[in-house]
C-alpha cells in the first residue's frame, strides 16, 4: 500500500469525505464536456500565418473581435493597410452568392497575391474567385472539389523499391532501368539495350533507385537483399459496408527482425565496367539514406546508420576506382538521436559540410572538411542547437533555432539565431521571455515574430533582420474574453530533479471553479518518448489531455523528466535501454514540490493517463512505481518494447534486442501491479500492435490482478474517442474521488 506521507490518516477521510460532496458533480461534468465550446473562439488578435511576397511585403489574417480581418504590410514604410475593402468584397460577394454575407463573416481560405496584376485570388465556400483590386471586380472561376484521402498509404509499408520507372541520363541519350533483377540502358536514339551487371536475383536484386552522376558518364545502382516479412493481424469487428467482420493486415517489423541490406554499385556506362564497393565501412546496416553525386561528377556519397544507432557515417565512394572514405563518423555509447538532431548541408562551391552533433554533450553545429577533417565547431554552450533552418551559402551564414538560451527562461523556449560559417558574429533574432515562431521575408531582410507562454497570449511583431529591432507591433493577444468564463492559465512550474540540480519543467492546470481551501487530487498527462519533449509552451485556451479533466475537480498536471529531448546528452541517455525509467524518479520529486506549495493538490491522491508511448508510461507507473500512483489510464500502449515498430524501439532500446527488453516490459512485470487500472484499446490500431494491450491483459489475469478493458470497435490508435474519454473521466472521478459518476445520459440533457 502507499504510504500517507502528508497527512494524518483523520485529515485525509474529512478530505476525502469533502471531496466527495463537492466534486466529480453532475454540474462539473455538463462543464467539463462544454468547456471546449466555452473557451473556443475567446482569444483574439493572435493571427497565425503570415504571407511574405517578393517584394518583401506580406499579408496576413488577424482574428479580431469584430471577425477575420485581412492585412498588407509593408516593411518599407512600416505600415500595415487592409488587404481590400471588407465591406466592398462583402456586398460583391454577397450579390455573386445571393446570399448575405457581412464584412465581419468573410472566410476566405486559398488566398494568393499577385502584387503585380493586384489580383486576389481565394476560395469560399468551394468556389473559387479572382477579385481584381483595380476595379473592385469579382470573376467566378470554378467550384473547386475536395480532396480525396481514400487510398493513401499506410505508414509502415516497406517501400518497394524495385517497380520506380526509367531514369534517364541528365544528356538524354541513355535510359537505365532494371529488368530481370539487373542493371540495364538504353540508347535512346537506337532503342538498343546494354546490360551492365550480371549478380542480381530476386533475392538479391539491383534497385528501381538509380543516379546518374551529372556528366552522364556513371550510374550508381545498389542491389537489394530483402529484409523480414514481418505483419500485424487484426479484426474488424464492425465494418461499416458488410455484416461479417474483417481480418486486416500491416508491414510491421519489430526489434530484431532482419532489415533490407544495401549494397552500392558503381558502373561506367563508356566501358560498361561494373566496379563492385567493398561494404566493410557499412556491413551493420540499419538503412542507407541520401545517396547523390558530388556535382563534378568525381565521387557520390550517402549516409549510413548502423543497426543500433551507435554509429552515423557520411560515406563517399571515389568514381573512378570505387574506393570508399568515410567523411564524417559520429559515434555514441549510448544511441545517436538520428531521427530528430542529425543535420547535413553540403555548402555550394566548397569541401565543406555543414553538420549537427552531440558529441560535445549538447546538440550543436560544425564545419566539416569534405575530406572528413573537423574545421571548426560553430556554436558551443550548454544550450542546444533545435534546428538548422537555413544555410546562406553565399554569405556563410547558419540561420537556426535553439533552446536554453537564456538562464532566467525556461530552457525549452525556442530563439531564432545565426551565426557565421567560423562561429563568429553570432546574432540573436529573438530574446523576449516566450516560445517563439519566425518567419523571414524571402531576402531574409524582415521578419514576423510571434512569442507566448502559456500564461500570454502571443504577441506578434515586424522586425528588421539587422538589429533585431522591431519596426510595428502587428497585434497584440487578447484573452479578456476567456479570462470571463473563467479560465485559469496554466502555471509554469519548476523543482529539481533526481540528481538534485536539474531544474525539471512542467505546468499545473486548474480548473475553473478552483477553490484554494478544497483538495485537489492530481492527474498526469504522461508522454515521456525519448524523440522529443512534451510540456506546451505556446499559448492555447484549451489543452485536450487536460482542460475538461480539471474540471471535474482535479489538478492537472505535464512534466518532462529525464530521458526527453531538448536538453543535454547527459538528460536524454537517462532513457537508454531503460525505456521503463520514464522520468519517474523526476517527476514524482516535481509533484512532491508542488502539493508543498500548493497544500490543496493532494498527493496520497495520483493519477495517470497516456496514450501510444504515454499508454506505455501510465501502465509502467502502476507496474514499477505505484508507491505514489494509484490509478491509471492506458491507452494503445506498447507494454513491451518486443512488440512494437522497429525503428523506434531499436533508437532508444538498442540493438540486439537483450534482457534489458523484458526489464522493461509492463508485461513480463505485470505481477507487480498495485493499484487501479484501465486499458483502452482501438481493435484496428495499426500503429502500436493491438495484441501489446492484450498480451498485457493476459498477464494480468494470470497474476490474479483487477482491472479494466475497454476495446473501441472500428479505432484505431486513439485515446479512445469519445466513449473513451468518458470511460477514463468516469474512472478516475470513481477511484481518485470516491465518487459514483452521473449517468452520460444526463450530462447530456
Same mark, same amino acid.
Given at each position: 500500500?502507499?504510504?500517507?506521507?502528508?497527512? =494524518?490518516?483523520?485529515?485525509?477521510?474529512?478530505?476525502?469525505?469533502?471531496?466527495?460532496? =463537492?466534486?466529480?458533480?453532475?454540474?462539473?461534468?455538463?462543464?467539463?464536456?462544454?468547456?471546449?465550446?466555452?473557451?473556443?473562439?475567446?482569444?483574439?488578435?493572435?493571427?497565425?500565418?503570415?504571407?511574405?511576397?517578393?517584394?518583401?511585403?506580406?499579408?496576413?489574417?488577424?482574428?479580431?473581435?469584430?471577425?477575420?480581418?485581412?492585412?498588407?504590410?509593408?516593411?518599407?514604410?512600416?505600415?500595415?493597410?487592409?488587404?481590400?475593402?471588407?465591406?466592398?468584397?462583402?456586398?460583391?460577394?454577397?450579390?455573386?452568392?445571393?446570399?448575405?454575407?457581412?464584412?465581419?463573416?468573410?472566410?476566405?481560405?486559398?488566398?494568393?497575391?499577385?502584387?503585380?496584376?493586384?489580383?486576389?485570388?481565394?476560395?469560399?465556400?468551394?468556389?473559387?474567385?479572382?477579385?481584381?483590386?483595380?476595379?473592385?471586380?469579382?470573376?467566378?472561376?470554378?467550384?473547386?472539389?475536395?480532396?480525396?484521402?481514400?487510398?493513401?498509404?499506410?505508414?509502415?509499408?516497406?517501400?518497394?523499391?524495385?517497380?520506380?520507372?526509367?531514369?534517364?541520363?541528365?544528356?538524354?541519350?541513355?535510359?537505365?532501368?532494371?529488368?530481370? +533483377?539487373?542493371?540495364?540502358?538504353?540508347?535512346?536514339?537506337?532503342?538498343?539495350?546494354?546490360?551492365?551487371?550480371?549478380?542480381?536475383?530476386?533475392?538479391?536484386?539491383?534497385?528501381?533507385?538509380?543516379?546518374?552522376?551529372?556528366?552522364?558518364?556513371?550510374?550508381?545502382?545498389?542491389?537489394?537483399?530483402?529484409?523480414?516479412?514481418?505483419?500485424?493481424?487484426?479484426?474488424?469487428?464492425?465494418?461499416?459496408?458488410?455484416?461479417?467482420?474483417?481480418?486486416?493486415?500491416?508491414?510491421?517489423?519489430?526489434?530484431?527482425?532482419?532489415?533490407?541490406?544495401?549494397?552500392?554499385?558503381?558502373?561506367?556506362?563508356?566501358? &560498361?565496367?561494373?566496379?563492385?564497393?567493398?561494404?566493410?565501412?557499412?556491413?551493420?546496416?540499419?538503412?542507407?539514406?541520401?545517396?547523390?553525386?558530388?556535382? *563534378?561528377?568525381?565521387?557520390?556519397?550517402?549516409?549510413?546508420?548502423?543497426?543500433?544507432?551507435?554509429?552515423?557515417?557520411?560515406?563517399?565512394?571515389?568514381?573512378?576506382?570505387?574506393?570508399?572514405?568515410?567523411?564524417?563518423?559520429?559515434?555514441?555509447?549510448?544511441?545517436?538521436? +538520428?531521427?530528430?538532431?542529425?543535420?547535413?548541408?553540403?555548402?555550394?562551391?566548397?569541401?565543406?559540410?555543414?553538420?549537427?552533433?552531440?558529441?560535445?554533450?549538447?546538440?550543436?553545429?560544425?564545419?566539416?572538411?569534405?575530406?572528413?577533417?573537423?574545421?571548426?565547431?560553430?556554436?558551443?554552450?550548454?544550450?542546444?542547437?533545435?534546428?538548422?533552418?537555413?544555410?546562406?551559402?553565399?554569405?556563410?551564414?547558419?540561420?537556426?533555432?535553439?533552446?536554453?538560451?537564456?538562464?532566467?527562461?525556461?530552457? +525549452?523556449?525556442?530563439?531564432?539565431?545565426?551565426?557565421?560559417?567560423?562561429?563568429?558574429? /553570432?546574432?540573436?533574432?529573438?530574446?523576449?521571455?516566450?516560445?517563439?515562431?519566425?518567419?523571414?521575408?524571402?531576402?531574409?531582410?524582415?521578419?514576423?515574430?510571434?512569442?507566448?507562454?502559456?500564461?500570454?497570449?502571443?504577441?506578434?511583431?515586424? &522586425?528588421?533582420?539587422?538589429?533585431?529591432?522591431?519596426?510595428?507591433?502587428?497585434?497584440?493577444?487578447?484573452?479578456?474574453?476567456?479570462?470571463?468564463?473563467?479560465?485559469?492559465?496554466?502555471?509554469?512550474?519548476?523543482?529539481?530533479?533526481?540528481?538534485?540540480?536539474?531544474?525539471?519543467?512542467?505546468?499545473?492546470?486548474?480548473?475553473? =471553479? /478552483?477553490?484554494?481551501?478544497?483538495?485537489?487530487?492530481?492527474?498526469?498527462?504522461?508522454?515521456?518518448?525519448?524523440?522529443?519533449?512534451?510540456?506546451?509552451?505556446?499559448?492555447? =485556451?484549451?489543452?485536450?489531455?487536460?482542460?475538461?479533466?480539471?474540471?471535474?475537480?482535479?489538478?492537472?498536471?505535464?512534466?518532462?523528466?529525464?530521458?526527453?529531448?531538448?536538453?543535454?546528452?547527459?538528460?536524454?541517455?537517462?532513457?537508454?535501454?531503460?525505456?521503463? *525509467?520514464?522520468?519517474?524518479?523526476?517527476?514524482?520529486?516535481?509533484?512532491?514540490?508542488?502539493?508543498?506549495?500548493?497544500?490543496?493538490?493532494?498527493?496520497?491522491?495520483?493519477?495517470?493517463?497516456?496514450?501510444?508511448?504515454?499508454?506505455?508510461?501510465?501502465?509502467?507507473?502502476?507496474?514499477?512505481?505505484?508507491?505514489?500512483?494509484?490509478?491509471?489510464?492506458?491507452?494503445?500502449?506498447?507494454?513491451?518494447?518486443?512488440?512494437?515498430?522497429?525503428?523506434?524501439?531499436?533508437?532508444?532500446?538498442?540493438?540486439?534486442?537483450?534482457?534489458?527488453?523484458?526489464?522493461?516490459?509492463?508485461?513480463?512485470?505485470?505481477?507487480?501491479?498495485?493499484?487501479?487500472?484501465?486499458?483502452?484499446?482501438?481493435?484496428?490500431?495499426?500503429?502500436?500492435?493491438?495484441?501489446?494491450?492484450?498480451?498485457?491483459?493476459?498477464?494480468?489475469?494470470?497474476?490474479?490482478?483487477?482491472?479494466?478493458?475497454?476495446?473501441?470497435?472500428?479505432?484505431?490508435?486513439?485515446?479512445?474517442?469519445?466513449?473513451?474519454?468518458?470511460?477514463?473521466?468516469?474512472?478516475?472521478?470513481?477511484?481518485?474521488?470516491?465518487?459514483?459518476?452521473?449517468?452520460?445520459?444526463?450530462?447530456?440533457?
Amino acid at each position: 500500500m502507499k504510504a500517507i506521507k502528508y497527512k =494524518s490518516i483523520f485529515t485525509i477521510l474529512i478530505l476525502s469525505c469533502f471531496a466527495t460532496y =463537492s466534486q466529480g458533480t453532475l454540474e462539473e461534468y455538463k462543464k467539463a464536456v462544454n468547456i471546449e465550446t466555452l473557451f473556443k473562439d475567446k482569444v483574439f488578435n493572435t493571427p497565425s500565418e503570415f504571407n511574405w511576397l517578393p517584394n518583401s511585403t506580406f499579408w496576413y489574417v488577424n482574428n479580431s473581435k469584430t471577425g477575420k480581418a485581412y492585412f498588407l504590410v509593408n516593411p518599407e514604410k512600416k505600415e500595415q493597410t487592409p488587404l481590400f475593402d471588407h465591406a466592398k468584397l462583402a456586398k460583391i460577394l454577397s450579390e455573386k452568392t445571393n446570399e448575405k454575407i457581412e464584412e465581419n463573416d468573410l472566410s476566405l481560405s486559398n488566398l494568393k497575391l499577385d502584387t503585380e496584376k493586384k489580383v486576389l485570388s481565394f476560395s469560399y465556400e468551394n468556389t473559387n474567385y479572382n477579385y481584381n483590386l483595380n476595379d473592385e471586380k469579382l470573376a467566378v472561376l470554378n467550384t473547386s472539389k475536395k480532396k480525396n484521402n481514400r487510398g493513401k498509404k499506410y505508414w509502415g509499408s516497406f517501400s518497394d523499391d524495385s517497380k520506380n520507372p526509367p531514369v534517364k541520363s541528365p544528356d538524354s541519350l541513355w535510359m537505365a532501368f532494371i529488368k530481370n +533483377y539487373n542493371l540495364y540502358i538504353k540508347d535512346i536514339k537506337t532503342s538498343e539495350e546494354t546490360q551492365l551487371s550480371y549478380d542480381g536475383t530476386k533475392g538479391n536484386y539491383y534497385a528501381s533507385y538509380i543516379k546518374w552522376s551529372p556528366d552522364s558518364k556513371k550510374i550508381m545502382a545498389y542491389k537489394v537483399k530483402p529484409g523480414e516479412d514481418h505483419k500485424i493481424y487484426f479484426v474488424e469487428s464492425s465494418p461499416k459496408d458488410q455484416l461479417q467482420p474483417k481480418l486486416q493486415s500491416r508491414d510491421y517489423r519489430k526489434p530484431g527482425d532482419e532489415v533490407p541490406f544495401k549494397s552500392p554499385q558503381l558502373f561506367i556506362v563508356e566501358t &560498361k565496367t561494373h566496379i563492385n564497393i567493398p561494404t566493410t565501412e557499412f556491413n551493420s546496416q540499419f538503412d542507407l539514406y541520401n545517396i547523390d553525386w558530388r556535382d *563534378d561528377s568525381s565521387a557520390f556519397t550517402f549516409e549510413y546508420n548502423q543497426r543500433g544507432h551507435q554509429a552515423y557515417k557520411i560515406i563517399e565512394v571515389d568514381a573512378k576506382t570505387g574506393k570508399v572514405d568515410v567523411l564524417i563518423n559520429e559515434i555514441s555509447k549510448t544511441f545517436i538521436d +538520428y531521427s530528430s538532431k542529425k543535420y547535413r548541408h553540403d555548402v555550394k562551391g566548397t569541401d565543406e559540410i555543414i553538420w549537427t552533433s552531440e558529441r560535445d554533450g549538447w546538440n550543436h553545429i560544425y564545419l566539416f572538411n569534405k575530406d572528413g577533417s573537423l574545421k571548426k565547431q560553430v556554436t558551443k554552450g550548454h544550450w542546444v542547437v533545435r534546428k538548422v533552418i537555413y544555410v546562406d551559402d553565399e554569405n556563410k551564414q547558419i540561420y537556426f533555432t535553439a533552446s536554453g538560451l537564456d538562464k532566467d527562461q525556461d530552457p +525549452y523556449f525556442i530563439h531564432y539565431c545565426k551565426v557565421g560559417f567560423n562561429g563568429k558574429n /553570432f546574432k540573436r533574432f529573438t530574446t523576449e521571455n516566450g516560445n517563439h515562431k519566425v518567419t523571414f521575408s524571402k531576402d531574409y531582410k524582415y521578419y514576423v515574430d510571434q512569442y507566448s507562454r502559456v500564461n500570454m497570449p502571443a504577441v506578434t511583431l515586424l &522586425k528588421t533582420a539587422e538589429g533585431a529591432k522591431t519596426i510595428i507591433e502587428l497585434q497584440k493577444g487578447d484573452a479578456s474574453e476567456l479570462v470571463k468564463q473563467g479560465w485559469n492559465a496554466p502555471e509554469p512550474f519548476v523543482a529539481k530533479g533526481r540528481d538534485g540540480k536539474t531544474d525539471i519543467w512542467g505546468i499545473i492546470v486548474r480548473p475553473t =471553479s /478552483f477553490d484554494p481551501n478544497k483538495s485537489y487530487p492530481i492527474i498526469e498527462y504522461i508522454y515521456a518518448g525519448p524523440h522529443d519533449s512534451f510540456v506546451p509552451k505556446d499559448f492555447h =485556451s484549451y489543452y485536450w489531455s487536460m482542460t475538461s479533466l480539471a474540471e471535474l475537480g482535479f489538478v492537472v498536471v505535464q512534466i518532462d523528466g529525464m530521458g526527453t529531448s531538448n536538453r543535454s546528452k547527459a538528460f536524454h541517455d537517462v532513457c537508454w535501454q531503460n525505456l521503463k *525509467d520514464g522520468g519517474f524518479p523526476d517527476r514524482k520529486l516535481w509533484m512532491k514540490a508542488a502539493a508543498k506549495k500548493y497544500p490543496y493538490m493532494n498527493i496520497d491522491k495520483v493519477g495517470i493517463h497516456g496514450t501510444s508511448a504515454g499508454g506505455q508510461n501510465a501502465g509502467a507507473a502502476l507496474v514499477f512505481n505505484s508507491d505514489f500512483y494509484d490509478v491509471a489510464v492506458s491507452s494503445c500502449g506498447c507494454h513491451d518494447n518486443r512488440m512494437d515498430k522497429i525503428w523506434w524501439n531499436e533508437q532508444f532500446m538498442g540493438y540486439p534486442v537483450g534482457p534489458h527488453y523484458a526489464t522493461c516490459s509492463n508485461i513480463e512485470n505485470a505481477a507487480q501491479l498495485e493499484g487501479n487500472l484501465m486499458l483502452i484499446l482501438g481493435e484496428v490500431d495499426d500503429n502500436v500492435d493491438p495484441a501489446s494491450t492484450m498480451q498485457f491483459a493476459d498477464a494480468l489475469i494470470k497474476a490474479n490482478k483487477d482491472f479494466e478493458l475497454v476495446t473501441i470497435p472500428g479505432m484505431g490508435h486513439s485515446s479512445g474517442g469519445d466513449y473513451g474519454e468518458r470511460k477514463r473521466k468516469d474512472f478516475f472521478v470513481k477511484h481518485l474521488m470516491n465518487v459514483t459518476p452521473p449517468s452520460w445520459s444526463e450530462i447530456y440533457k
